[in-house]
């Protein structure tokens, strides 16, 4: 069974300054691994997706993730944070369930963004 | 702006009501599906319909109902809910045929239970 871990439940930067959450995996094949965002009182939005092709995987508003198999790792990074990047963020693998896939969640990482 | 519409984006309903929930995309995706979320918890899946056809009902108690008229719609039977069963009701939707290709979520609704 593939599973995810988040390694920081809360994680607290200043505005301007970087940006790292924290994501293990474990998968007996090539994973495809998701990281979505979720803004209070919304539902999820993907930020960017790793499906084998580039290791280093840019998303949107900034962010990027990079694959390190060795690690077995999917750490999210932003140069530089934003007020508006503060929500919760999670880590998610997928598999295949019939037709359909199967979402993975991590448990979370909640993003404050102080000024 | 989503590309899954969910309405209403807020329920209150009492135990003994009856109430859907609705869930529409124009993606052309062939996975449907609902997942229940509580505060300070990720999402967890309910229901998959792929292909208009059930696939994978996580053991949900028959209060819940779902139903997919169409490959656009999917709704949510309500009745006789419990207060524990006040959460969050997330709708998403993917192409299908692939665990590649993400799924895209609504805004969800707001469910309390009375």
């Known amino acids: 069974a593939q599973s995810v871990t988040q390694l920081d439940s809360h994680v607290s930067v200043s505005e301007g300054t970087p940006v790292l959450l924290r994501c293990n995996y474990s998968?007996?094949?090539?994973?495809?691994l998701f990281w979505y965002v979720q803004h209070p009182n919304k539902g999820l939005q993907l930020l960017l997706k790793y499906t084998s092709a580039a290791t280093l995987v840019k998303g949107i508003n900034g962010f990027e993730a990079e694959f390190k198999k060795s690690e077995t790792s999917f750490h999210l990074t932003k140069p530089s944070a934003h007020m508006s990047d503060a929500a919760e963020y999670f880590c998610v693998v997928s598999d295949l369930a019939g037709t359909a896939s199967k979402l993975t969640f991590g448990t979370g990482t909640r993003l404050q963004v102080t000024l | 702006d989503t590309e899954v519409t969910q309405t209403p984006k807020h329920l209150v309903m009492g135990m003994t009501n009856k109430k859907s929930l609705k869930c529409e995309q124009h993606?052309?995706?062939?996975?449907m599906y609902w997942y229940k979320q509580k505060a300070k918890k990720p999402p967890e899946l309910m229901f998959v319909?792929?292909?208009?056809?059930?696939?994978i009902n996580e053991s949900v108690p028959s209060r819940f109902s779902p139903e997919c008229p169409n490959s656009s719609l999917l709704n949510l039977h309500l009745h006789a809910l419990q207060p524990e069963d006040s959460a969050l009701y997330l709708c998403?939707?993917?192409?299908?045929?692939?665990?590649?290709?993400?799924?895209?979520f609504g805004d969800g609704t707001r469910l309390s239970i009375l």
């Open positions: 993606m052309g995706h062939r996975a």
């Open positions: 319909y792929s292909y208009e056809k059930l696939s």
């Open positions: 998968s007996s094949y090539s994973p495809s």
């Open positions: 998403a939707s993917s192409q299908g045929d692939s665990y590649n290709q993400p799924q895209h």
